[in-house]
Nanobody
Framework: EVQLQASGGGLVQAGGSLRLSCAAS????????VGWFRQAPGKEREGVSCISGSGGVDVYAGSVEGRFTISKDYAKRTVYLHMNSLKAEDTAVYYC?????????????????????WGKGTLVTVSS
């Protein structure tokens, strides 16, 4: 059974940092991309970042480029989203996903409805 367990959300002041974790199980971690999506109140889900199975490719939404970094730890089967210089508009529920057909790229981030698996979200609140 594929499981994605997101954690690390919380309340932070604008300009601060958080690290989200996504613990993955039930699939071959090296073979499939893992990504992060977010959904703010009243808004649609949007792609934030993804990383390829090999870890050699990572892609970011323009709104987080230069502030967020995605990484993966193969031994822990965990994908991290390091979020720096947080802004109020980063406030959202963050979800990690994996899809067995789409590689990490702009298409992956643009198609939340195509994701095979979603974890439960973790709430990030940035106070201004």
């Amino acid at each position: 059974e594929v499981q994605l367990q997101a954690s690390g959300g919380g309340l932070v002041q604008a300009g601060g940092s958080l690290r989200l974790s996504c613990a993955a199980s039930g699939f071959t971690f090296d073979d499939h991309a893992v990504g992060w999506f977010r959904q703010a109140p009243g808004k649609e889900r949007e792609g934030v970042s993804c990383i390829s199975g090999s870890g050699g490719v990572d892609v970011y939404a323009g709104s987080v480029e230069g502030r967020f970094t995605i990484s993966k730890d193969y031994a822990k089967r965990t994908v991290y989203l390091h979020m720096n210089s947080l802004k109020a508009e980063d406030t959202a529920v963050y979800y990690c996903t994996t899809d067995f057909n789409l590689p990490c790229g702009r298409v992956y981030l643009a198609r939340p409805v195509a994701m095979d698996y979603w974890g439960k979200g973790t709430l990030v609140t940035v106070s201004s």
